[in-house]
């Protein structure tokens, strides 16, 4: 077998440094933060599901989660098509109602963006969902309450999403402390009143029934009314 000739390698070796040459010079690859793709409606997903929605759902989610990483490029959060990433979530849902994974993306990993305006796009879609299924997805509003307390310094909001927990998830599966968050947010707010009114409303209604949180409860009704006579001391 003869020698390749010298001349042909040369000729090689130049084009494959060209070839690099000319690849570190182009401009790196852009992420394009628009490129969540829409969803059809959810008859026409569950059409495509071929009758087995679930598993078509955790497809879905598991795509929606890992976008944010494709080949070579990484996406930060806060460039994402909130409006298509909440058109996601909602569609999930709809497929499997009873999955939780879509409201815990919303308000722990898309809700924490450095951007108010998705933040309270979020939250606003764990309200709108809660209110589908209270009893069952109640941590996310919770959540929800501590962040816009919080985070987004929001007292009414943080209060609106407290008093739809208490109004709305009461089944015996959700604890006694996430229906008392308007008290406490209310006590936190100077409201002793109307904090005192709601703690006085649960330990009349006889729901709770564990003497612990019985007399945690009584305790926080005193300091409630010792904080409010100092309160309207102070006011003299």
């Known amino acids: 077998m003869s020698a390749v000739p010298r001349g042909v390698l040369w000729t090689l070796t130049g084009a494959l440094v060209l070839q690099i040459a000319f690849a570190a010079l182009q401009p790196p690859p852009r992420a394009d933060a628009q490129a969540l793709p829409p969803l059809p409606s959810t008859p026409v997903l569950r059409a495509a599901s071929l009758g087995d929605p679930l598993p078509f759902a955790q ?7 890992a976008f944010d990483n494709q080949p070579g490029i990484s996406i930060p959060f806060l460039q994402l098509d909130y409006a298509r990433v909440e058109q996601w979530l909602g569609r999930i849902l709809e497929l499997d109602p009873t999955g939780q994974y879509p409201l815990l993306l919303a308000a722990q990993v898309y809700a924490q963006v450095p951007d108010e305006r998705k933040q309270r796009q979020m939250l606003e879609l764990v309200h709108a969902r809660f ?5 069952r997805r109640w941590p996310w509003l919770a959540h929800a309450v501590i962040m816009a307390r919080h985070r987004l310094n929001d007292p009414p909001l943080a209060l609106r999403y407290a008093q739809a ?45 564990d003497p612990h949180e019985m007399a945690f409860l009584v305790r926080r009704l005193e300091q409630l ?5 100092s309160s309207a001391a102070s006011k003299k």
């Open 225 to 229: 009314e010792a904080a409010e006579k």
């Open 59 to 65: 497809m879905l989610t598991l795509y929606l989660q």
């Open 131 to 135: 209110m589908d299924d209270p009893n």
């Open 165 to 209: 927990l208490r109004t709305h998830a009461t089944g015996p599966e959700v604890p006694g402390w996430a229906r008392q968050m308007e008290i406490f947010l209310r006590e936190d707010l100077g409201e002793y009143q109307a904090a005192k009114v709601l703690l006085g409303g649960v330990l009349a209604s006889g729901t709770v029934t």
